[in-house]
């Protein structure tokens, strides 16, 4: 196995998630905001293959909505606050949640689809089953 690969899906998906290449885990995965590097600088690895293309929104917007569901709840329960006050808070909130969840969505994606080897990449080898568990 290629030193410095993941050992499993999530394992990448969490590099790509916390903007780290998922292949080495070296370099950062974003040139900008959503907009992956197209090689790692220390893996070669071509990013250009992802097709992430609006599933980072839904899943953001997946996200934003469940977590937000019970505090709006809570807040519409708990709270003596006017209407606008609460869209005013209610729409921060998620306005917020998603800007927050888009890139790290986006590189669990990315992460995700190079994992699998899908558009176009190639599926990275696997860790071997470790032959002898009380060696390590
Ligand atoms: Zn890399």
């Known amino acids: 196995m ?3 690969l993941p050992g499993s899906a999530a394992q990448a998906a969490l590099r790509g998630a916390r903007n ?5 885990g070296q370099n950062a ?3 900008k905001f959503l907009k992956p590097v197209s090689r790692c600088r220390s893996c070669d690895q071509d990013w250009t293959h992802q ?3 609006d599933f980072p929104a839904y899943l953001a917007i997946l996200l934003t909505g469940h977590i937000l569901a019970p505090l709006i709840i809570a807040l519409v329960n708990h709270t003596s606050l006017p209407v606008w006050g609460l869209m005013i ?3 921060s909130f998620a306005l917020a949640m998603m800007l ?3 890139q790290p ?3 669990a994606i ?6 699998l080897g899908m558009h176009g990449f190639e599926k990275p080898p696997r860790p071997e089953a470790n032959p002898h568990p009380e060696a390590d």
């Open 2 to 4: 290629t030193p410095g």
């Open 20 to 24: 780290r290449c998922p292949s080495c």
């Open 29 to 31: 995965l974003f040139l």
């Open 51 to 53: 097709q992430a293309d």
């Open 89 to 91: 808070l209610i729409i």
């Open 100 to 102: 927050a969840m888009l």
């Open 105 to 107: 969505a986006k590189g």
């Open 110 to 115: 990315i992460a995700i689809q190079w994992w």
